[in-house]
């Protein structure tokens, strides 16, 4: 299987797609040792195991890979953005040294949390997203997943966490898709969604970074995330609720950000809109951002 990264190898400048063999990237995952046993659940895929060597952007660190073979029968003509279980997660955890563990591929499912975790009490966690698209000759490619990784450092640091480094996202993200290469949709049909999460895992009472932390990649094949698909949508501009404020943390992506916009998109949606465009918390005339995206205006 062939993946590539539209990536610059360290030059966000610049964003063509290079393209190269597996054997020719550290598509990483956990070592054959290491993989829990799937036999007992007869729909789990079976993942085969290749070795590689490491050229060309050095953006892995593991010496294997896995990936199943078999693409999944799915209603791709009308994938919209809502979750689809999928195989696989990529799992690490950090203790108190700062220092991420070797990662695993576990099969897709919930986890465990004291109910003191700081992600539960605080707040304290972020996530990333970005996609992985199939081309039309099998290849899977990724879009410069390595400034994914270097905006979670940056939020990371906000939010009082160590960061796994950017090496160490970009070859897990790697790993997640390859071990759910069957569940990226044909060209032109979608994309597979990756989410990457850092949170606060540890137990903690007092206001206070938590001792431990869990890093967490899922994927699930998506459509258009609006309904209207690559059709003009309707905005309405709030000038009640803000969506960041000087000196807050609307500038990383921690999770807390998300739960505030979920009145203000409600009440646009009733009104027959599908999303709601923000202004700025000090002056609330300057346009700031849409709830899902960036916003961009032309003056012609």
């Known amino acids: 299987m062939e993946i590539g990264i539209a990536s610059s190898c360290g030059d966000p400048r610049r964003s063509a797609a290079r393209r190269v063999g597996a054997a020719d990237l550290a598509l990483a995952v956990a070592a054959a040792a290491s993989v829990p046993p799937f036999a007992s659940d007869p729909s789990m895929p079976t993942l085969h195991h290749k ?98 990784a270097r905006r979670m450092i940056i939020g990371a640091d906000r939010m009082c966490m160590p960061a796994p480094t950017v090496e160490q996202f970009v070859d897990a993200v790697k790993q997640t898709v390859l071990a759910n290469k069957r569940w990226v949709p044909p060209t032109g049909k979608g994309s597979l969604y990756i989410r990457p999460l850092l949170i606060g895992s540890g137990a903690i009472l007092g206001v206070a970074p938590a001792p431990e932390f869990t890093f967490i990649i899922y994927v699930s094949p998506v459509g258009n995330y609006f309904k209207e698909g690559l059709a003009p949508i309707k905005l309405i501009i709030e000038d009640n609720f803000h969506r960041a404020a000087p000196g807050g943390t609307g500038g990383v992506k921690t999770i807390g950000n998300y739960a505030s916009v979920l009145k203000a998109q409600r009440n646009a949606k009733e009104k027959g809109y599908s999303d709601v465009l923000y202004l700025d918390a000090v002056h609330n005339k300057y346009l700031e951002e849409v709830s899902a995206s960036n916003i961009f205006v032309v003056k012609v």
Not at 66 to 93: C, Q, R, S
């Open 51 to 148: 070795a590689h060597t490491t050229n060309g952007c050095q953006a892995s660190l593991a010496t294997k890979h896995m990936e199943t073979p078999e693409i999944v029968d799915l209603d791709w003509e009308n994938l919209g953005f809502t979750l689809v279980n999928t195989d696989f997660m990529y799992m690490a955890k950090c203790g108190p040294d700062g220092n991420f563990s070797k990662g695993e591929m576990l099969p897709f499912g919930p986890i465990a949390l004291s109910p003191s975790a700081g992600v539960l009490n605080y707040g304290q966690g972020l996530f990333e997203g970005l996609k992985a698209y199939r081309k039309t000759g099998g290849s899977v490619l990724l879009f410069r997943p390595e400034e994914n």
